[in-house]
């Protein structure tokens, strides 16, 4: 069993730049991969990128690709994405999610089993 709470969020201008944190309690945090998502209001929960339990292997969505950079530090039992060049398209609540631990970094919703509440990053234009 883990627990994820996601912080960092807020209010930003178009071009500036956030750091998200997903802060994990539980179990041992190396056993999990960890993703994150977004969700815009009406809009389909979407992947942003995720990270295998060792760090070794990372994987991007297309649309933040060159933009959003993640990392995890297991000795502190945290996932951090980087958000630069940041775009209003990039509004959303961002989620952190885990999924048992593998070589493959997955974009599928359905292969993470605990979620956090989310934090809400908003971008002005």
């Known amino acids: 069993q883990v627990q994820l709470v996601e912080s960092g969020g807020g209010l930003v201008q178009a071009g500036g730049s956030l750091r998200l944190s997903c802060a994990a309690s539980?179990?041992?945090?190396?056993?999990?991969?960890i993703g994150w998502f977004r969700e815009a209001p009406g809009k389909e929960r979407t992947f942003v990128a995720a990270?295998?339990?060792?760090?070794?292997?990372?994987y991007y969505g297309d649309s933040v690709k060159g933009r959003f950079t993640i990392s995890r530090d297991n000795a502190k039992n945290t996932v951090y994405l980087q958000m630069n060049s940041l775009k209003p398209e990039d509004t959303a609540v961002y989620y952190c999610a885990a999924a048992a631990a593998n070589s493959v970094a997955s974009a599928k919703i359905n292969d993470y089993h605990t979620w956090g509440q989310g934090t809400q990053v908003t971008v002005s234009s």
């Open positions: 990270i295998i339990w060792s760090g070794s292997s990372l």
């Open positions: 539980g179990r041992t945090f190396g056993l999990y991969n």
